[in-house]
């Protein structure tokens, strides 16, 4: 299942993560509009549903943020395996076959 939605658990992750920020941005702009239609009443019912309103709207920006760096780790990561990838086929290509007495290649600076 995680590996048809990109590949993996850390795709799988971003994915999950990218759809919450997505959800909590769209719910942020409904209680804003429902914000607009309580300016005027101020009854403790109304002032607390203003009070959770301005409270989400840091928690949907830090959710937002998160979701940035899990796509930035996301993608170092894949650079980071796909570098030591190349490390280890330049490794296996040097690595003298049994009974050859040639000097292997010095590898690469990458």
Request: charged letters at 20%; glycine letters at 6%.
């Amino acid at each position: 299942e995680a590996a048809a939605m990109g590949g993996g658990w850390p795709s799988a992750f971003n994915f999950t993560v990218e759809e919450q920020a997505h959800a909590a941005q769209h719910s942020q702009s409904e209680a804003a509009a429902e914000l607009k239609e309580l300016q005027d009443d101020h009854s403790l019912t109304a002032e607390e549903a203003k009070f959770l309103t301005w409270l989400s709207a840091p928690l949907t920006l830090l959710t937002g943020a998160l979701a940035c760096s899990a796509a930035y780790m996301e993608t170092k990561c894949g650079y980071f395996l796909s570098r030591k990838a190349k490390r280890m086929l330049e490794q296996i290509a040097n690595t003298p076959v049994e009974g050859d007495n040639s000097t292997p290649t010095p590898p690469t600076g990458n």
